[in-house]
């Protein structure tokens, strides 16, 4: 039997695993993609077929089906991490040996093509090429937004005829709209400042590193650097929490009021008076608002109504804790605390089980979880005593009534003192800690000043933002794979190399 001259060729399996080594970051990015958009919908399943017996054992195993296999289709999530690491990492090759070419032909030198800048440029320009069309596959579709239009559901159920003739007529006068990837582009933006904030901070350094006036400069800068920015990401988070809720995503919304623990009625008096609907000194119609809470806690009426009580007294914020502003931050932590170990104890064990071998890896693991329902419990009471600090304690006395009245501190003023003073509060956690949760309140924060949709004639920019930002981070993961932070270093740093 005549054997293969190839088959055992050192050159042609070197070939051959080069090429299957080139696939692997393709096939990483694409297995990621479909386990980070497909395990939550597997979750949830299981949870709605679990808790209910309408359903037979077929159409339960069909929908589990459906679930599993949703992302396995072109216009998906999977298909674009793919698309995205896929172009970067073969690009370059195909761009590279290109160039080559074209130098020998025009007789130029092909070596200056393996120096460090231009090994970057082509990165970056290949990273920036596959960022820009990969854009596309999450965008196909046309955004569908539901509750555009105010009425459509009423007027869809109490007169179907007319909801018909306006939609018709909306159908040649309505713009098409995108933000389908919105958060995804603010997610990459972010992390590419903060690679560039990095690469920038690590370049100076180097320069002035024989300099002793900066080595306490560069010693504190880098972790006071994590925590302004989670600073003022959660003052604006908080911010639209408080006046703006339809900015931050419903399940964001939710858990920060599981977390605060705050009678509705208050708040809504608060965006009232920001709204000059409730007015102090005036009888604008809103006493019955207040009234039904001094009812519910025992107080006197009075308390409620605006144009008797200038301003509303603390006992009210503070919600039947008494009228020690001190006590009900000692109660607000030790409440939000409790809260806190419930939740993050059993995460903790949970994500490190398999890595506790010893009561000693168990007790440091309860010391993080309870660090961080620490940092969570420092965060409700900060706010809440800032506030008071703010209307009530130190805010009349610094300033007077005539010039900062009352109105003006329950129109903003006493929630932006606790917006701007709640964050400061991850000090209490781990460097590395701050890092990730700055990083991760970041893109929510830019979410809530940006639009969530807009007009799709605007899509291009949205486009070379989140193109310029992935050719950023791509680059440094192959160039400078430690300056790219947290989680998604060491993600992304697994799939490229």
Same mark, same amino acid.
């Given at each position: ?23 692997? +970051? ?31 054992? !077929? ?32 690009? +370059? ?8 070419? /074209? ?13 460090? @800048? ?15 069309? $990969? ?24 007169? +179907? ?17 995108? *933000?389908?990837?919105?958060? /995804? ?15 920038? =901070?690590? =370049?100076?350094?180097?320069? !002035?590193?024989?300099?002793?006036? =900066?080595?306490?400069?560069?010693? &504190? ?35 920060? *009021? ?63 804790? *008494? ?15 409790? #809260? ?37 419990? $420092? ?7 800032? %506030?008071?600090?703010?209307?009530? !304690? /130190?805010?009349?006395? &610094?300033?007077?009534?005539?010039? %900062? ?9 006493? %929630? @932006? ?32 000043? /940006?639009?969530? #949709? ?23 993961? !192959? ?19």
């Amino acid at each position: 039997m005549k054997r293969n001259p190839t088959a055992m060729d050192p050159v042609a399996l070197t070939g051959r695993r080069h090429r299957a080594a080139q696939l692997q +970051p393709v096939l990483r990015a694409y297995a990621l993609g479909y386990l980070s958009s497909t395990t939550p919908k597997v979750i949830s399943c299981l949870r709605r077929l679990c808790g209910t017996n309408e359903l037979t054992c !077929r159409q339960k195993f069909e929908e589990l089906l459906q679930a599993l296999t949703g992302a396995l289709r072109l216009e998906s999530f999977p298909t674009f991490c793919a698309s995205l690491v896929g172009g970067s990492t073969l690009l +370059p090759v195909l761009v590279l040996r290109g160039l080559q070419i /074209l130098c020998r032909r025009f007789g130029a030198d092909p070596k200056r093509l393996s120096s460090r @800048g231009a090994s970057q440029l082509i990165q970056f320009t290949a990273a920036f090429i596959s960022a820009w069309f $990969s854009f596309q596959i999450l965008n196909r579709k046309p955004l569908s937004l539901q509750g555009l239009y105010g009425e459509a559901r009423e007027e869809n159920a109490l007169n +179907p005829s007319l909801y018909q003739r306006r939609n018709m007529l909306h159908q040649h006068t309505r713009p098409q709209f995108a *933000g389908r990837t919105m958060d /995804l582009t603010l997610f990459t933006f972010t992390r590419a400042l903060d690679s560039i904030a990095c690469v920038s =901070w690590a =370049w100076s350094r180097q320069k !002035r590193k024989h300099d002793p006036r =900066w080595s306490r400069v560069d010693s &504190i800068i880098p972790r006071l650097g994590d925590s302004a920015v989670f600073a003022a990401s959660a003052a604006v988070v908080m911010w639209a929490w408080f006046y703006v809720p339809e900015r931050l995503p419903r399940s964001y919304r939710k858990w920060i *009021g599981d977390v605060a623990k705050v009678d509705e009625r208050l708040i809504e008096a608060l965006r009232r008076a920001r709204r000059s609907v409730f007015v102090y000194g005036k009888d604008t119609g809103q006493a019955s608002l207040l009234e039904s809470m001094c009812k519910d806690f025992g107080w006197p009426m009075e308390w409620g109504n605006p144009a008797k009580t200038i301003p509303i007294p603390c006992e009210m914020v503070h919600m039947g804790c *008494g009228p020690s502003c001190e006590k009900h931050a000692i109660s607000r932590f030790v409440t939000t605390f409790k #809260f806190a170990c419930a939740t993050y104890i059993p995460l903790q064990i949970a994500f490190r089980f398999r890595s506790i071998k010893s009561m000693a890896s168990l007790r440091r693991a309860v010391s993080d979880a309870l660090r961080s329902s620490s940092f969570l419990a $420092s965060f409700v009471t900060i706010f809440y005593y800032s %506030v008071c600090l703010a209307r009530t !304690r /130190l805010g009349p006395r &610094i300033f007077d009534k005539k010039t %900062v009245s009352p109105q003006m501190w329950d129109s903003g003023l006493c %929630v @932006g003192a606790g917006c701007v003073m709640c964050g400061w509060s991850i000090l209490v956690e781990h460097a590395k800690k701050r890092q990730e949760i700055a990083l991760f309140v970041a893109p929510r924060a830019a979410a809530t000043v /940006l639009p969530r #949709f807009y007009d799709k004639k605007y899509q291009h920019r949205e486009r070379a933002t989140f193109a310029i930002s992935a050719a950023v981070l791509l680059t440094c993961l !192959r160039e400078c794979p430690d300056m790219v932070r947290g989680v998604l270093g060491r993600i992304g740093r697994s799939i490229v190399n």
